[in-house]
């Protein structure tokens, strides 16, 4: 059965405290692996796709990493306006393209 | 340019009323889904559309039936609501490696 566990389930740290949230996956076929972004309220919003292992993308103080096994966010030098919750999903194909999400991280950042 | 829409925002319904949830997408995606947001449990999906006239049952469709109205609307229907379907319902389109999400509809059943 196709899992994600995210940790820790929340994370609390000061402004520019850099830190790092965890996904792990066991997947059967792996076609991607996706980060969101949620606030209070909302919908998800897309923050990543990466593909394959060793691969790498940054926006602003985030940056995500991919390995086989395992996916990182890392957050740099924070600010409290990234307080929010950080889903990972893994994409997999069973007659369309599917996520199956983690239950996120509750990061908040305080000033 | 839009993006999803979903409508209505917010609903509250009776045990035993139905109802339908509305879903559009302007990104010209081929994919389409519907999820339910709980607390601890995540996103889990509900139902799926591949393309245009195709639907097919995803984690937990119990209660539930879709209709692929065009490539660019995906309607959810709760025949007969359930306290148990209280939750935040999310539409989403995509295809190859993106999706994105609505707004969001919150719905309570009494």
């Known amino acids: 059965e196709d899992q994600v566990t995210q940790s820790p389930e929340a994370l609390r740290l000061q402004e520019g405290e850099s830190s790092s949230l965890n996904c792990s996956y066991t997947?059967?076929?792996?076609?991607?692996l996706f980060w969101y972004r949620q606030d209070p309220g909302k919908g998800p919003e897309f923050l990543f796709t990466l593909y394959s292992a060793g691969e790498e993308k940054e926006k602003e103080r985030l940056k995500a990493t991919l390995t086989k096994k395992e996916s990182f966010l890392h957050i740099t030098a924070p600010k409290p306006e990234d307080s929010a919750t950080y889903l990972c999903?893994?994409?997999?194909?069973?007659?369309?393209?599917?996520?199956?999400f983690g239950q996120g991280t509750r990061l908040t950042i305080n000033p | 340019n839009a993006g999803v829409t979903q409508t209505p925002k917010f609903q509250v319904l009776k045990t035993g009323q139905s109802m339908t949830l509305q879903c559009a997408q302007d990104m010209n995606h081929n994919s389409m889904y519907w999820y339910r947001q709980d607390p601890g449990m995540g996103l889990r999906l509900i139902y799926y559309s591949a393309s245009e006239g195709t639907t097919d049952k995803g984690e937990v469709p119990n209660g539930y039936n879709v209709s692929r109205l065009n490539k660019r609307e995906f309607s959810l229907r709760l025949e007969s609501a359930a306290p148990s379907q209280t939750s935040v319902y999310f539409c989403?389109?995509?295809?190859?490696?993106?999706?994105?999400f609505g707004p969001g509809t919150r719905l309570t059943v009494t």
């Open positions: 989403a389109s995509g295809q190859a490696y993106e999706q994105y």
């Open positions: 999903a893994v994409q997999v194909f069973q007659g369309a393209q599917k996520l199956v």
């Open positions: 997947v059967s076929g792996l076609r991607g």
